[in-house]
């Protein structure tokens, strides 16, 4: 078994829910935990359960030959894969493959690069939906002529029981000002929008590709932990290139230098190119902050921008 799963299943037995003896083959199994009903996918290399004292061994039996099985069967969960990379993004692959560990996997992805286009829809042309010219392993993909919140739009549409909406694994980092006009992370907030659970996942590019064997462990991490948090949500998360460990931060809002760079094309006509270098030191407990010290960084996100505060002075303050 996987260690993540070990690992899993050792925070369950410290829980008290069930503990694990022996050897009960079985090919995929998935298991109800308290009055929670949470799900885990673990893939099974045998195993059987006992529950702990309180409940009936009749009660165990059954669990273990018939009811967590039928439950696997009807509770998978169902994650939609998107990003704003493109179809053929490595990102794209790395995170479907992972996914596929906790659940059914559908990937529906832009057919051409889309990053940085935020938030944008397309409403003044119809959407197509093509099969991914490139395999994804036995998992159903498409491409899409549209933008990330499109992808999501699209994929939750026609496939109407997904649980989870996964925007990545982006080629480049999303953290602080980015956010505002990240399509990575614009596809997960589609998804909060259609009431769906959504997951932006970034890292940066050096040299070449990100090395994904080495990110995998934290990004099963990651994904066991916001997986089992209830409710919707929006999630930001952002791998170093190598972590250390993985830590809660807050979006970093330090002003940013968004400086326009003018150039010439080779006609000799001028251009210019649009850079965002920030202003300022990242601060503590931030998602800048995070990283530069080879920290995963999940920052959780909501969708509300009233700034209460503000509000709240004026409500006192200023009636109207
Ligand atoms: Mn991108």
Known sequence: MPRIWHKTLFKLLKKGHFALLGHFPMAHMYVKIGQNCHFYAIPADGFRFEMKPGTTSAFATHACTHQWHNLGEANSMRILITNDDGIYSPGLAALAHIAKQFGDVVVVAPDAEQSSMGHAVTHSRPLSLRTSPVPFEGIEAFRVNGTPADCTALGTHLYSQID???????????????????????????????????????????????????????????????????????????FPFEPKDIIWTRQSVRQYDGTIVPGLDPNGAKHYWFTVTPLAPAEEGT???????????????????TDEKELERRQVHQPI
């Open 164 to 238: 989870v909406v996964l925007s990545g694994i982006n080629m480049g980092l999303n953290v602080g000002n980015s956010m505002w006009h990240s399509g990575t992370l614009a596809a997960a907030k589609q998804a909060v929008l259609l009431g769906k659970k959504g997951i932006a996942l970034s890292t940066p590019v050096k040299n070449g590709y990100p090395k994904f064997d080495l990110l995998q462990p934290y990004i099963n991490q990651a994904l066991e932990i916001l997986f089992q948090s209830p409710g919707v949500g929006l999630w930001n998360v952002n």
């Open 287 to 305: 998602d800048r902050w995070a990283i530069e010290h080879d920290l995963v960084s999940i920052t959780p996100l909501r969708l509300d921008l």
